[in-house]
């Protein structure tokens, strides 16, 4: 695992950026996409450049289960906004949270990712140490399958919403094993309220307890965080 420390999102989400500038440069087709507020600033640098997607596939982590894709909140409408109305993909994956069988949505799911493997897969954290969806306690080889939110993580995400009880219970998320694929993994985190999941990411043993710890198992994993987020590391 590489960790780059840099100042604050604009220069992390820059950083972040020209990996992926010099991963598609070298051939890169999948990018594996996240959603949450920290991608926005490398989602900004991927607008304001002259970089053509249009070759390329993206494969989005999770999605709320029951909101329709034009809800505000969901992660279809969230990456229209931030990203796809600005910078089209040939093909753009995003878990379908609406499905009469979601287990079957799911192995769809992971149909798509085998067909198109991940040359770089965007992380987010949760402070919990969750990654895509998958919360604590979640199988460190798991595959693409339906989640039940923490209250940790519904309190986390209410701002975004309403009323908290707006905020979804269920989502659906790849899983930990599907993640793990990623031939790259570039991982962001900024601020204070991440420095606890950060700490035990890259410091503690890898536990499920902590998803993101897996990352210490991945052969290209890199930690783009700011120095908030870094600031409870020993090192
Ligand atoms: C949600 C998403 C995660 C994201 C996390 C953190 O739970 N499913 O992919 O990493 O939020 O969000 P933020 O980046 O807003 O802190």
Sequence with gaps: ?????????????QVAFDII???IEQGAKVLGLATGSTPI??????IASDLDFSNLTSINLDEYVGLPEDNPQSYHQFMKDNLFNKK?????YVPNGNAADPAQA?????TIIADNPIDIQILGIGRNGHIGFNEPGSDLDGK???????????????????????VPRYAISMGIGSIMKG???????YGEDKADAIKATIEGPVTNHVPASVLQNHDDAI???????ASKLSK
């Design 1 to 13: 695992m590489e960790v780059k420390i840099v100042k604050d999102k604009a220069e992390g989400g």
């Design 21 to 23: 500038k010099a991963g």
């Design 41 to 46: 600033t490398l989602y900004q640098a991927m």
């Design 88 to 92: 089209p993909f040939a093909h753009s």
């Design 106 to 110: 799911a192995a769809d799911y992971e």
């Design 144 to 166: 693409t399958h339906k989640v039940h939110l923490t209250e940790s993580t519904i309190e986390a995400n209410k701002r975004f919403f309403d009323r908290e009880e707006d």
């Design 183 to 189: 031939k790259k993994i570039l991982l962001l985190a």
């Design 223 to 229: 930690l783009i965080i700011d120095e908030a987020a």
